[in-house]
């Protein structure tokens, strides 16, 4: 179980040094929470589910076929798998792989020691300062599209950063596929929730890129959730055989609110929601063997009032540790956490929790991070204020992982010789030489004195906020693309449409 | 440089078991982001200031005689000590000690994987909802006092909650340091302004507790600010002779805003840290031999903008780990860090800046954290709100401290076996067995959906907050106290107060 550095067949090579990558190249250590007897026991829990509980594949009769040639044992629609097997193949992806950007200057690396923040995925509504809470539609998707190509923290478009509730559910996926491609010129994710919609997703991505370079590489991932506690239904299988089978990348999530899609206590839950990521990616190794495969897992708490999903409370916090950790043993790539929140607004609550969230998720090497900005409300709504809002606190996790800055210059033995005791370093040559990139600057923290803030209208963060992303879309211009390609894409969306029923379900 | 149990002479044991100590027994491993080469590093360069940069000791002689009988070199004030003499004296210290509260059952052990939280220190102005931001009386600070007595997630009472402005300078601490003594039953801080208010301080805790046991263990402690860079004035120097020669507690905290009191790098910063904290403690140890000492630090960075302070940015949140990493090498309780910010409100810029501020304050192993809750506007305002608001998120870290629960039952080895796949875990025995205990229960953190958050009315957490705090005070109940120690102290107060000038600076 030592870390084995694994390239993907389908990867280009991470680049040597990192000055201005445009993802995180970390160099801070991994927080490690548990002690080698203890993610032994984890790891033993993780085994027995595969071999004692089994994990039941459902509704796809092609994934009960793949399990029933590779001679894995089955009763009924579960399977049981040999631990030592299941290991084996997930030691055939890729411990950590490139997914090419349309402009190569946002390629990313996804794994090892690189991390890469993308924004909420899937919320149905939205809230801004001034439109308040109300169903997401088109204009607020190709907005938080444009928003997300814009800012400097988010190195990854992610996918559904609203749901475009006004389109029909089955043409959906091709507005925002399209969107993604043409506003936007970033790394994105592609569609799951039925087949035809992934393969879409997988068509227009060799549009965009060309056959040739997806052939021999990544340039489209997918997110798709298990339907926890331990079953994985055609909609996994399908995605899976969709995207893995082109060589493409997936991300697998068990989500589990524990108590409800997992047992109450911490350890079971990390061990089922490893094991339930550890067979899919097992099974996607069964489609490709070498097919690039993101760890998922989404682990929260609950109100014991209510039974309403908790955000941002120890117990995920220290899951997200704990899952770090178990992901790095098994060297393959990994999301968990988010800046995420039950609270409705942009207030202390969501800030609060979406900080102590995002920092454990910071800190625990999480490679791909969806829901890194814009969550609110459990999910359920994308703020626009606090995608700028969280965004802006990226930047400041960035910097950590930066890590320690120790040449010889950061030792500032000239300036504490130039100093005299009592005095002052702000005029000193060494902090001349240094001030312009000492200290991260976050653009939506006021820092100003009590007096300077009210004279400027005493502001709170959320009122900022409004003003930023406004100001970023008025300053919004879009990538430059291939008119060719445009056209093919065009041509593309328009005979699907035409194809496709309207279904609003 | 191992790591050497040091138990304070003047400790009592702590407990062995750790099930409901009135702090954190920590059971998560500290964060450690350097690795041995980088430590070296810094520590070369503490060692390097004692040695070649040396540290003024002004304006006290009697600080320069024990200096000189101790045949430390001095230039003019400056102190230059042989760095292996430094470490060997700062290993007199003891790692951890013992800090008795009236109440015995509040008292806190500080050092070792313990952590102890208290409130703000020294703003001179609070802010609630009602009454906005005004100066801080002592009407305030009697409330103040009140609810860090009642709040569970703060262990130890501090001093100077908020400066009750109405009282002068010259007998301000007297009503302070009696109002924690008979409001209070928490463990807290005596004065350090003048050397006669720290006796007074120290005087004071003799009634409350008693000479003999006062004479055998830690029942008071002072907080006191070097005046960075380079230099220990006589406020530091004759604290540390009222408190350290009583066998009493010092905590003394370098202050520095890298650029202005440091230089502007953190590798810079933090060794400069250390060492002012190092050269004060060996001074402690050359006052008396195994003196309760903290090493304090307060590093923050600033806006290049302005020069305003900023808080809760990346460098201050770095250096975190990097001095909780290097206090435990010198194997010494630490003090830093807090849910510190610039904000003036307790908006999402509050509160984000106090989670990272307090999350790596949280991991760093802070053994005696001030500013953990209430501070407003780089520490110029105490909230009542961002004091209950920052209490509530404590109790999510206290947790987290607690490490994973791993004894067999968290594994639920029945409940996989009594779930079916897609079903749920509300209902198992496992649940059912576990469900109270399972989750934090954040007070202050509204999880409800939308629907029942707007038909109690849309409230925000500082909204929650105000009623609870007013809630709080409804229920107050003043701790019992002995009548005769009650008497005494009245007495000291009103002989003291007969002797001072009204003095207003």
Redesign the interface.
């Known amino acids: 179980m030592a870390r084995r550095p694994r390239r993907a067949r389908t990867g280009t090579k991470a680049p040597a040094a990192a000055p201005a990558t445009p993802y995180i190249k970390r160099r ?2 991994f ?5 080698e007897e ?1 993610l032994i ?1 984890l790891e033993s ?1 993780v085994d ?2 595969f071999e004692n ?1 089994g ?2 594949f ?1 509704d796809d009769p092609e994934a009960t076929r793949i399990w029933q040639e590779a001679g894995v044992k089955m009763v009924g ?2 399977v049981f798998a040999d631990a030592q097997w299941v290991r084996a193949q997930c030691a055939k992806a890729p411990s950590e792989f490139t997914q090419l950007a349309r402009n190569p200057e946002r390629s990313v690396v996804i794994g090892g020691d690189n991390q890469v923040f993308a924004p909420i995925y899937g919320a149905p509504f939205v809230r801004d300062l001034e439109g308040g ?1 109300r169903y997401a539609t088109f204009d607020d998707f190709e907005k938080l599209v444009k928003l997300t190509h814009m800012h400097p923290n988010l190195h990854h478009s992610g996918l559904v950063i609203a749901e475009p509730t006004d389109i029909p559910v089955s043409k959906r996926h091709l507005d925002m596929v399209y969107a993604h491609m043409t506003l936007n010129d970033k790394p994105h994710l592609g569609a799951i929730t039925e087949k035809s919609r992934a393969q879409d997703s997988v068509d227009m991505a060799e549009i965009l890129h060309g056959k040739e370079t997806m052939d021999n590489n990544v340039v489209i991932m997918a997110n798709v959730n298990t ?1 926890s ?3 994985i239904d055609r909609v996994v299988t399908e995605a899976i055989q969709v995207y893995s089978s082109r060589g493409q990348a997936m991300v697998v999530t068990p989500f589990i609110l ?11 839950a990390v ?2 929601a490893m094991a339930e990521a550890m067979i899919c990616c097992a099974f996607a190794q069964l489609v490709r063997p070498g097919a690039p495969f993101v760890m998922g897992n989404f682990l929260s ?15 995920p ?2 899951s997200n540790y ?1 899952i770090g950790q178990l992901a790095r043993r098994v060297n393959l790539p990994l999301r968990c956490g988010g800046s995420l929140t ?15 969230s995002m ?2 998720t910071m ?1 625990a090497g999480s490679h791909f991070t969806l829901h890194a900005a814009g969550w609110l ?2 999910g ?2 994308t703020g626009f204020e606090k995608l700028v ?1 969280d965004a802006d ?1 990226l930047g ?5 992982l930066g ?4 040449s010889e ?5 000239d ?3 130039e ?8 005029g ?1 040559a ?2 001349m030489r ?3 990139n ?5 653009q ?7 007096e300077s ?1 009210e004279e400027k209208g ?1 502001q ?3 009122q900022r ?1 409004f003003h930023k992303w406004n100001a970023m879309l008025d300053a919004y211009e879009q990538p430059a693309m291939d008119p060719g390609t445009k056209e093919a894409l065009d041509a593309y969306v328009a005979k699907r449409k035409a194809e496709l029923p309207d279904a609003w379900y």
Chains 1, 2 share one sequence.
């Open positions: 801070l250590p927080f490690d929470a548990l002690d203890q026991k829990q027995w589910m509980i994990f039941a459902r629609d579960k809470r339907n506690p331990l079953l524990t108590g409800a899609m997992g047992p109450v206590s911490t350890a079971a061990a089922q708490s609950m109100s014991l009032k209510s039974g309403a999903p908790t955000f941002g409370m120890p117990e916090v220290l704990l039950a609270s409705k607004v942009e207030d202390g609550q969501a800030a609060y929790e979406s900080a102590d920092h454990s800190l409300e459990g359920l709504a809002m606190r400041s996790y960035q910097k950590i890590g320690l800055d120790m210059d950061q030792f500032a033995r300036a504490f010789e100093v005299e005791p009592g005095g002052h370093f702000l000193s060494h902090t240094h001030y312009q000492a200290f991260y600057d976050a939506l923290s006021d820092s100003e004195n009590v803030w005493s709170d963060m959320r906020a």
